[in-house]
């Protein structure tokens, strides 16, 4: 009876182990191993008042076709579109409203009154721009309107160094300094017009009361002019190892900040001298507030690696205050002129996580920040007052408001250093 007994309780763990490890095949199974009962590949893609809904294909027999449902956060999921044809990956749903969020969800459904879902997803449909660079991956990423998707990603040759957008035209200037390379292109990522060349491409503004575009160029100890339309270098020499250049939106004046600790400031119109103010540390970064014309300067003491000071030149008086308060390696500076808000990006030391990014009133008193993150590129939006950053720590873009709140984090982009946001309607 013992040999017996040891039987039983053999085939019974063999029954058992085989109920337990059995081989998962069937799509529509939710334990199976790689499906897990869902359909896959389900996107919802924000665009400009409409949404696009892909999916994988689903390959087992007898499909009838596809169920669409879409609801408000918060409601009861309700069906879009009852046929979509078996044959089908995707649709589009344009019955939607800019700026509301929606959620999608794909059933697929079989002769014998199966069903099979895809995992629910989000979407919030807008006309927002939303353009990266990557430094893991070189090369321009575009979002959707939202930030949850990756529209697409242009590699390039080579890592750019700046980018800057043309308002007014919506054109992206981007600069690849080691080949002295200027780019011109358009959101879409088509190129608006022919490279241009210089020595070494440091930094690039846009005057956007004339559309002219300038290039530093350190290597050449000047800056060039690219008039619109007008594809001719005219390099003005002689003012340092000039590293940064800003450019008046609303007033005709060029800033330039060199290696040597000089600010300098001219007149567009056939580059005339102006200003001049000594900061005494190499220059990193202008910002403008053409309001009271002035301007924010940070700078940074040779030795002192990681440490800079922040610099108020008022045009009025030719004082040049600094503001009573070192930054931890600042990456990038910002003036709101709509909030009257200075945003400084302060990336800390590298890899840490202990970066920050600050408001400042156009005193230069800090009234709201963000810390725990590792900012290096950002773009203010005039309506919102909102500042975009790249956040090298989260590899997110994050918009965050007045107060310092995080109110968006976009999906994850290799490397994230720049970023650049157009409100208005997309272009081609």
Known sequence: MRGAAFTSALALAALLGGCATRERSNPLDPYNDTTGGLITGFNALAGNHQVEIRWSRVTQSGLAGYRLLRWRPGEIPAILQDAIGANLTGTVDTAVVNEESYVYQVVARFGTGDTLASPPDTASPGTRQIIVLGAELPGMYR??????????????????????????????????????????????????????????????????????????????????????????????????????????????????????????????????????????????????????????????????????????????????????????????????????????????????????????????????????????????????GHCWMADLRSKRVLEVDGSGVVVRRTTTIPTPYLVRVIAGAPTP
């Not at 030795?303 to 308060?325: C, H, K, N, Q, W």
């Open 143 to 384: 979002l959707t309107p939202d930030g949850r998707d990756i529209l697409f990603a242009q590699p390039a040759r080579d890592a750019y160094e700046d980018m800057e957008l043309d308002d007014r035209r919506s054109v992206l200037w981007l600069t690849i300094p080691v080949e002295g390379t200027v780019l011109r292109l358009l959101p879409s990522g088509a190129i608006a017009a022919p490279e241009l060349q210089v020595t070494y491409a440091s930094d690039v503004t846009i005057s956007e009361l004339r559309g002219i575009g300038w290039v530093a160029d350190p290597v050449a100890r000047g800056v060039h002019e690219f008039r619109p339309g007008d594809d001719t270098d005219h390099f003005y020499a002689n003012l340092g190892a000039a590293r940064v250049v800003e450019a008046g939106t609303h007033t005709p004046y060029v800033w330039i900040g060199n290696e040597e600790g000089g600010v300098q400031r001219y007149a567009s119109d056939g580059f005339i001298p102006v200003d001049e103010w000594p900061v005494h540390a190499a220059v990193r970064a202008i910002a403008l507030d053409e309001e009271k014309n002035q301007a924010w300067v940070v700078a940074r003491a040779a030795g002192e690696s990681g440490t800079d000071d922040l610099y108020r030149i008022d045009v009025a008086d030719s004082t040049v205050t600094g503001v009573p308060f070192r930054l931890a390696n600042v990456a990038d500076i910002e003036f709101d002129e709509a909030h009257r808000s200075l945003w400084v990006a302060e990336e800390g030391t590298p890899t840490f996580g202990a970066g920050r990014l600050s408001r400042l009133d156009d005193q230069g008193e800090i009234v709201a920040s963000l810390s725990g993150v590792e900012p290096f590129g950002i773009h203010v939006d005039a309506a919102t």
